[in-house]
């Protein structure tokens, strides 16, 4: 049984910083692409950012230079720094596994982004 869990949400100022982490069990995370998605209130569900399994990376525009998605395959997680909070970037955050080869998609139960100004 895959789980996705997700931790380091929180109540933040603006320009200040948090890291998301996503621990993976029940699968090995190597040879997958993993991602953060976020919803904001009102809004679709959105890619933030993603790494694959080679170790590439893509963002969204709105948080290029701001954030950072790193995997630890040795850890079987993944992390999402967030530096130069803005409130635009409150949401619920969203870890994602996107099976290799596959159209399977596993996801964690979120974590609440919140930034004030």
């Known amino acids: 049984q895959v789980q996705l869990v997700e931790s380091g949400g929180g109540l933040v100022q603006a320009e200040g910083s948090l890291r998301l982490s996503c621990a993976a069990s029940?699968?090995?995370?190597?040879?997958?692409?993993m991602a953060w998605y976020r919803q904001g209130p009102g809004k679709q569900r959105e890619l933030v950012a993603v790494v694959t399994g080679g170790g590439s990376t893509n963002y969204a525009d709105s948080v290029k230079g701001r954030f950072t998605i790193s995997r630890d395959n040795a850890k079987n997680t993944v992390t999402l720094q967030m530096n130069s909070l803005k409130p635009e970037d409150t949401a619920v955050y969203y870890c994602?596994?996107?099976?290799?080869?596959?159209?399977?998609?596993?996801w964690g139960q979120g974590t609440q982004v919140t930034v004030s100004s």
């Open positions: 029940g699968i090995m995370i190597s040879r997958h692409a």
């Open positions: 994602n596994l996107r099976v290799w080869g596959a159209s399977t998609n596993y």
